[in-house]
């Protein structure tokens, strides 16, 4: 059985081959057994093996904030975190509360914890050791774990959240990016690592019923991947980073070259060179998730609009008629008959 921990490390090594960084060679690279990672007991790893991950991630991707692009790229395992939670909480803040004792399962250097004030709550992310700046693996753990705090919220409120405010202790160096990421600018060289929300989410009820559309969608974008993932060209990998994340809505062109470490031009570029196009993949995985979802489920036209990324109805029913030649509402009817005959 995989610990947390392992689970990590096979999502950092899923990301780097997503951003064309062999698996395989960095687990040479960090002295890691070649069948460590489809092995059905899978050892720790060691600090310095962990080390050495991330450092030649980090050094072959030519990408300095790898962590924060590989916390972005962890949605569904964020809204698997949820899925854990969510048996043993009724809101938000509950769902909080008992998703940061999770933390210490995953990392040794930090601990999370949960402060309230009349408008406002705030996640910590706790350092554990004195030594944690100086160590490379600490600060990347420290951006995984703050983008996942947003994902976290996303998952639980259906929406995505803005912060009141992000505190790092660290320097941030390319602060635009990050501002990109947490929707907010951060505030660095502050005295705590910390994310600020607004206390009204604190008592928003967990709807179930969300939560399986949810779920329903998650099992659809599995689906679709494993058509795909032995597939090497970039627009196959675009394709799986949307599927991968596209239970809140298909994401943009500047989110997705971002999470890539490249512009959009030179994203598009190299999408032309294989003759694929940005705009027309992300239609076609809202094509599809939307098709099974009327298929397959008694959720409203409403609710999967709003799940696929479309604040208005009729926006979402005009893309639908351009799909299938059909309102999503005669879809649905006509798909039912054909299954009573």
């Known amino acids: 059985m995989e610990t947390p921990a392992t689970s990590f490390i ?19 690279l960090a002295n890691i057994h070649s069948g460590w990672s489809t092995a059905a007991n899978k050892r720790p790893l ?6 050495d991950l991330w450092s030649n991630a980090l050094r072959i991707s030519n990408d300095a904030r790898f962590g924060l692009h590989l916390g972005e790229s962890l949605q569904l395992n964020a809204l698997g975190i949820v899925g854990e939670i969510i048996k043993s909480s009724k809101t938000v803040g509950e769902a909080i509360t008992n998703a940061a004792a999770m933390v210490e399962h995953v990392t040794d250097w930090f601990s999370m ?44 409120l259906l929406h995505k959240t803005v912060p009141l405010s992000v505190n790092y202790i660290p ?38 019923a969300n939560y399986e559309l949810q779920n329903f969608l998650k099992e659809k974008m ?12 970039l627009s196959d990998k675009i394709n799986h980073y949307l ?79 351009r799909w299938t030649g059909s309102s999503p509402e005669t879809y649905r009817s006509n798909n039912q008959r054909a299954l009573t005959k």
């Open 10 to 28: 096979l999502g950092l090594l899923a990301y780097a081959a997503q951003r064309d960084i062999s698996p395989e060679q960095l687990c040479k």
């Open 46 to 51: 060691s600090e310095k093996q962990v080390y």
């Open 113 to 156: 914890t949960v402060s309230r004030k009349a408008n406002s709550f705030t996640i910590h992310i706790n350092p554990l050791r004195a030594d944690w700046k100086s160590y490379l693996p600490a600060l990347q753990m420290l951006d995984v774990l703050m983008v996942l705090v947003i994902h976290e919220l996303d998952g639980l």
């Open 171 to 208: 320097e941030i160096t390319n602060i635009n990016e990050f501002e990109r990421v947490f929707r907010c600018k951060p505030v660095a060289k502050s005295r705590k690592n910390a994310i600020s929300f607004d206390i009204s989410f604190w008592n928003e009820p967990i709807i179930t």
């Open 222 to 233: 599995s689906a679709a991947l494993n058509k795909i993932r032995k597939k090497e060209r």
């Open 243 to 321: 599927i991968s994340n596209s239970y809140l809505g298909v994401l943009s062109l500047e989110e997705t070259a971002a999470n890539f470490h490249m512009s959009t031009r030179t994203l598009q570029r190299r999408l032309k060179e294989e003759d694929a196009n940005f705009h027309q993949l992300a239609d076609s995985i809202r094509q599809h998730l939307s098709v099974q979802a009327l298929k397959q489920t008694r959720y409203t036209v409403k609710e999967i609009a709003f799940m696929m990324g479309y604040n208005e109805l009729s926006a979402f029913s005009r893309a639908f008629k």
